[in-house]
């Protein structure tokens, strides 16, 4: 390192405001960047507002060169995780950097020395702290604006981690459908599973929002408790997650499936806020909070697509026909709409192969992919 840097844990208030900053100033001239909102970034590393930290500890770091911030990383310990996964896993996540090696070399060390320290082998991620919180490393698909709540980094970041001696772990990908007309199959199968009698699809209540929100965490948990790293939310996690999604929720583009009254499937669509985030140029106010932006919902066309985050059915019901109902269901609702810049789904695990199958008998094409690294501690 040069003598004119520093090493600098995150110990008082201004240090936490100049980490938060780090990406948005690091990358301010990138045209496909979008800069985060400083209450959300706040909201993930601030020990008194992410519930992760009840039962979870991290440790910021940033490089500095008199003063000006030119990485920063997150070392993590998830106890919750490792019980699950019978692991000694540890993770990173908020990395940040110039194009520097020498940078990147100094933060992935600190990050492993500082997990090393807490008794763990590996160093896994990006992953912000949890899985219901962005996860990867974009290795492709650098031409277009990250949807919302999704990563997006530079076209030289894998090139850092990999000199760093992290290499890939899992591969996650994101899809994409123009809302082109579905397949005719598709229609009849759909047809065919919605009269049946016991099976109910409907679009979500908002008037009963959080109890609605207790049937998707049902479908949520069920769906993806074997999938890789999968963690079940605490009872906070899962509030803060769902007042977050709240003000992007439109009713129309969220359906839940149902048989004899249990929630048993599940697909959630939101407009992408990441294009009113951008139209501000970067202008976001000091607090910037997700509900001021879903106001601009209101005022198309601001905002054209939208993104699939959740889209799942309960493992004994799989295969049923119920995944194609709620996948037409929502196309219909979206091609009635005003958002008609295309949907993106995901992401999904790279072997995944039903799911990925599915989508690509849906007419979705693989648009972007997010790379797991992991490095033995």
Not at 14 to 40: G, I, M, Q, T, Y
Not at 67 to 89: C, E, F, M, S, T
Not at 259 to 268: D, H, M, N, R, S
Not at 316 to 339: M, N, P
């Amino acid at each position: 390192m040069s003598s004119l840097r520093t090493l600098d844990p995150v110990r008082t208030r201004h240090d936490l405001k100049r980490f938060v900053e780090a990406p948005n100033r690091l990358h301010a001239d990138d045209p496909v960047f979008v800069p985060s909102l400083p209450s959300e970034a706040r909201r993930l590393v601030d020990r008194e507002l992410n519930p992760f930290f009840a039962y979870g500890e991290a440790e910021l770091f940033m490089v500095r060169d008199k003063g000006k911030v030119l990485g920063r990383i997150a070392a993590v310990d998830n106890p919750r995780h490792n019980a699950v996964h019978q692991a000694r896993d540890g993770f990173f996540c908020q990395f940040a950097c110039v194009d520097d090696p020498s940078v990147a070399e100094t933060l992935f060390d600190a990050a492993a020395q500082w997990l090393r320290g807490r008794g763990l082998e590996t160093m896994v991620g990006p992953v912000n702290f949890t899985t219901h919180e962005e996860c990867g490393l974009l290795v492709e698909g650098f031409d277009s604006a990250p949807r919302v709540m999704m990563p997006y980094n530079p076209a030289y970041y894998p090139a850092l981690l990999e000199t760093c001696g992290l290499r890939k772990a899992k591969d996650l990908w994101a899809w994409s459908h123009d809302l082109s007309p579905l397949d005719e199959r598709l229609l009849r199968i759909a047809g065919f599973v919605q009269r049946r009698k016991r099976l109910s699809v409907r679009p979500l209540d908002l008037a009963d929002f959080d109890a609605e929100a207790q049937r998707i965490r049902h479908v949520y948990e069920s769906a993806w408790r074997h999938n890789w790293g999968f963690t079940p939310a605490t009872d906070e996690e899962f509030a803060v997650l769902a007042r977050r999604l709240r003000p992007m929720i439109d009713p129309r583009f969220v359906h839940l499936a149902e048989v004899a009254g249990e929630p048993v499937g599940v697909v959630l669509v939101v407009p992408d806020v990441n294009q009113a985030v951008a139209a501000m140029h970067g202008n976001t106010t000091r607090t910037g909070r997700l509900v001021d932006l879903a106001r601009m919902l209101l005022a198309p066309p601001t905002i054209d697509r939208t993104r699939a985050m959740l889209f799942g059915v309960v493992p004994r019901l799989r295969g049923c026909g119920i995944e194609t109902l709620l996948y037409v269901r929502v196309h219909e609702a979206l091609k009635a709409s005003a958002y008609q810049g295309g949907v993106e789904l995901g992401w999904t695990l790279e072997d995944n192969t039903a799911v990925n199958r599915f989508l690509e008998a849906g007419g979705c094409t693989r648009a972007k992919t997010y790379r797991i690294y992991q490095r033995a501690l």
